[in-house]
């Protein structure tokens, strides 16, 4: 069975940082993309950032581009997100979102940040 855990969230004061982890399991092979979204209260799920493997590409939205980092980690089946310079708009339970061949996407359950002094 696929899995996948995000931890890391939690309060940060505005201008402060957070790494958030995505860990895989049941799946053995290359992830094809994963990425991760998020969802304020009262606003739709977004997109946030997405790395695919090949050919190998990022993407941020651009509400966050400049101050998260994407990564991942093969060996580990692991992505994280680096987010410096929080603000209290970055307020909001972040998802990871995994796709692997022939286009199965799989969601973890999400982990809460909140930016608040």
């Known amino acids: 069975q696929v899995r996948l855990v995000e931890s890391g969230g939690g309060l940060v004061h505005p201008g402060g940082s957070l790494r958030l982890s995505c860990a895989t399991s049941?799946?053995?092979?290359?992830?094809?993309?994963m990425r991760w979204y998020r969802q304020a209260p009262g606003k739709e799920r977004e997109l946030v950032a997405r790395?695919?493997?090949?050919?190998?590409?990022?993407f941020y939205s651009d509400s966050v581009k400049g101050r998260f980092t994407i990564s991942r980690d093969l060996r580990r089946n692991t992505v994280y997100l680096q987010m410096n310079d929080l603000k209290p708009e970055d307020t909001a339970v972040y998802y990871c979102?995994?796709?692997?061949?022939?286009?199965?996407?799989?969601w973890g359950n999400g982990t809460q940040v909140t930016v608040s002094s």
């Open positions: 979102n995994a796709v692997r061949p022939p286009g199965i996407d799989y």
């Open positions: 049941g799946f053995t092979g290359s992830w094809y993309a």
């Open positions: 790395t695919i493997s090949t050919p190998s590409t990022t």
